[in-house]
């Protein structure tokens, strides 16, 4: 199985911050890579696909890049709604494999 | 927008088997267009993909389940459902089920269900 490296396991920000999440697989994946949000409660919510191709209805804060073993996804500015556990996932080889994930807290 | 909805029970005994089912809406269960998928996340922890079936009934099982994982689905009901045997306090978990378009990135979840091997 491809293993998902993410970084940091957490991060304390305040509201209007730039966070950054990094995301690395342990073989080459081209862009064969998504995002997602999780709000505690509920189910993951697709946020990227395809590396960098924003979901339908996602805010434009959110934004993926990369390719091959480094992604990244940005929250340009983060608002009170954003506070989540976010995770990568690939699925260039069966079965998708997701990152251990990432909690954004309130600073 | 499609919805789903799993059901079962929600406490099974270790050496028993975990039975669920996903009630789908909003679209038919034998479209082309969609796989259909049970994912699990053990409380506090990450998810883990179980396995999907696709329209024509193929099915693709995770490795470190495949001896123990049934998927199967029942389009009269358009519903789909998940078998796992010899459950251990190891399955004990958060289970979803959920479609996509065959790319494996899940655009649809259900709310989850908790089931609780004790």
């Known amino acids: 199985d491809i293993q998902m490296t993410q970084s940091p396991s957490s991060v304390s920000a305040s509201v209007g911050d730039r966070v950054t999440i990094s995301c690395r697989p342990s073989q080459l994946i081209s862009s064969l890579l998504a995002w997602y949000q999780q709000k505690p409660g509920k189910a993951p919510k697709l946020l990227i696909y395809g590396a960098s191709s924003l979901q339908s209805g996602v805010p434009s804060r959110f934004s993926g890049s990369g390719s091959g073993t480094d992604f990244t996804l940005i929250i340009s500015s983060l608002q009170p709604e954003d506070f989540a556990t976010y995770y990568c996932q690939q699925v260039h080889s069966f079965p998708p494999t997701f990152g251990g994930g990432t909690k954004v807290e309130i600073k | 927008q499609l919805q789903l909805q799993e059901s079962g029970p929600g406490l099974v005994k270790p050496s028993e088997t975990l039975s669920l089912t996903c009630s789908v809406s909003?679209?038919?269960?034998?479209?082309?267009?969609?796989?259909w998928d049970w994912i699990r996340q053990p409380p506090g922890k990450g998810l883990e993909w179980i396995g999907s079936i696709n329209y024509s009934g193929s099915t693709y099982y995770n490795p470190s389940l495949k001896s123990r994982v049934t998927i199967s689905v029942d389009t009269s009901k358009n519903q789909f459902s998940l078998k796992l045997t010899s459950v251990t306090a190891a399955d004990t978990a958060l289970y979803y089920c959920?479609?996509?378009?065959?790319?494996?990135?899940?655009?649809?979840w259900g709310q989850g269900t908790l089931v609780t091997v004790s």
């Open positions: 959920a479609n996509d378009g065959g790319s494996y990135w899940v655009e649809n």
């Open positions: 909003g679209g038919s269960i034998s479209s082309s267009s969609y796989f």
